[in-house]
């Protein structure tokens, strides 16, 4: 009976670090969606052609975040680890190296990217109509890359430092840039959908600035070098690749479904990427609760309190649990009337309706299941991460290629995806009962 007393401050604690870290994290989630949404407002006002083009390279330009973004995950876990073992100066040290390797790949990305952008945009089904708007955004775009993936380490650098805000408000001002540049280029200027690829660059180019001298003045402060190590650049690149094998496999599992979608028919083409649309929304809530477990997660482990990382861990989970009730709750409410905001069609609707009662209904698992990838992020388990999301979307294809067969539809597709979902919950579950993933000390070995 004593120990209650002594429990609910801690969980209280638990809860002001989640917050404090989770609440500005979800708002620089939604940043580069309202670039594109921003970007699209405005582009509209051209043609459809150019509404189109932009569409084109948009999907192309999103492959590429998502691709890099363990740029950002590795190097919060990195980062937190050296913060909770008490040195800041190798964990700046630290996020410089990963700054370096965005250098590098940025760089990589516009040498290789620029010679292929006409096969780029002939492979994201651009018609003769559309894609010379699609190359042009494209093209300009691409310079806009290193600047991105600079954002995207320098994120991960501050949030292993525990600093949350600082990037919610970059993640503002470059989209209040952005906005503004392309008012003045596109509508202003008349330079078209190149103006406003070239205000979107400038945005993202400036945003890198602040991170840039944001690290740089920690490194003075602490007396962290500046170059690149050869040490670190390794470390970086080896979690890099396990991410980034992590990450296409769910990549994969999101072009499937939406092919799959494609190949059912026309009002299932249509309906499938508004129910996956809400179910991103309710995905960016979940991801920010999983990126304060990576920053906690990291931090404990740093300080070597594995009892620490467990018990934040739990309490996460029950965030978890909680915010995917509280989610299936709503998609509910809102499924009566929610398909009428998108289409009126009817066939479109009643597909709809079947849809989002999957992702109501998966909103509890998807929440633990975020929770869980964040924290074996956080502990640097990325190859564990690597292989369990590989079986996982092994078991989701032949669910959606069966599905397909069967002649289900939607209510099917989205049964596969919860067969998806269902696994990874059992292989994260499974890790985090564990030990294994318990590795303290400023390294991971």
Do not use: C, K
């Not at 007393?5 to 638990?14: S, Y």
């Not at 009892?307 to 915010?323: D, H, L, N, Q």
């Not at 992020?377 to 079986?391: C, E, K, N, Q, S």
């Amino acid at each position: 009976m004593t120990s209650a007393p002594g429990r609910l401050p801690l969980r209280h604690a638990h809860d002001r670090e989640i917050l404090r870290l989770a609440v500005p994290a979800f708002g620089a989630l939604l940043a580069e969606p309202l670039f594109l949404l921003a970007d699209s407002a405005i582009i509209g006002h051209l043609g459809t052609a150019q509404l189109g083009g932009l569409g084109v390279a948009g999907q192309a330009l999103s492959l590429l975040v998502y691709a890099f973004v363990f740029l950002a995950y590795g190097t919060t876990a990195a980062v937190a680890r050296q913060v909770g073992a008490g040195n800041l100066r190798a964990g700046i040290r630290q996020g410089i190296d990963g700054m370096w390797l965005a250098v590098a790949l940025g760089a990589a990305v516009v040498l290789i990217g620029w010679p292929l952008v006409p096969s780029i945009v002939d492979a994201f089904g651009a018609n003769a109509t559309v894609a010379p708007y699609a190359e042009t955004y494209l093209r300009v775009s691409l310079f806009g890359i290193p600047g991105m993936l600079v954002i995207l380490a320098g994120t991960g650098v501050l949030r292993g430092l525990q600093d949350a805000r600082t990037p919610l408000y970059v993640s503002i001002g470059s989209f209040g840039l952005n906005l503004v540049l392309n008012v003045v280029f596109v509508l202003g200027l008349g330079w078209g959908i190149a103006g406003s690829a070239w205000g979107t660059v400038i945005a993202q180019t400036g945003g890198a600035a602040v991170y840039v001298v944001a690290v740089l003045r920690g490194a003075r402060r602490h007396g962290a070098p500046v170059r690149p190590s050869r040490d670190g650049l390794r470390a970086a690149v080896t979690a890099g690749v396990h991410l980034l094998i992590r990450t296409l496999a769910l990549r994969v599992v999101l072009l499937v479904g939406t092919a799959v979608a494609a190949h059912m028919g026309t009002e299932e083409t249509a309906a499938y990427p508004v129910s996956f649309q809400v179910w991103t929304l309710l995905a960016f809530a979940h991801d920010a609760i999983a990126i304060a477990g990576q920053s906690i997660t990291g931090r404990y482990l740093g300080a070597g309190d594995a009892a620490g990382a467990r018990a934040a861990t739990r309490r996460m989970v029950e965030w978890g649990v909680v915010s995917g009730l509280a989610f299936a709750a709503l998609v509910m409410l809102a499924r009566p009337w929610l398909p009428s905001l998108f289409t009126s069609d009817p066939g479109v609707r009643d597909l709809l309706l079947g849809a989002l009662i999957l992702v109501a209904v998966q909103q509890p698992i998807a929440g633990v299941v975020f929770v869980l990838d964040g924290v074996l992020i956080g502990a640097g388990d990325m190859r564990y991460l690597a292989v369990t999301t590989v079986v996982a979307t092994v078991v989701f294809l032949p669910a959606a290629l069966l599905a397909y067969e069967l002649g289900l539809g939607l209510v099917g597709l989205w049964t596969a995806i919860a067969l998806w979902m269902a696994t990874r919950l059992l292989t994260l579950a499974l890790r985090a009962r564990g030990d294994a993933w318990l590795v303290t000390g400023a390294v991971r070995p």
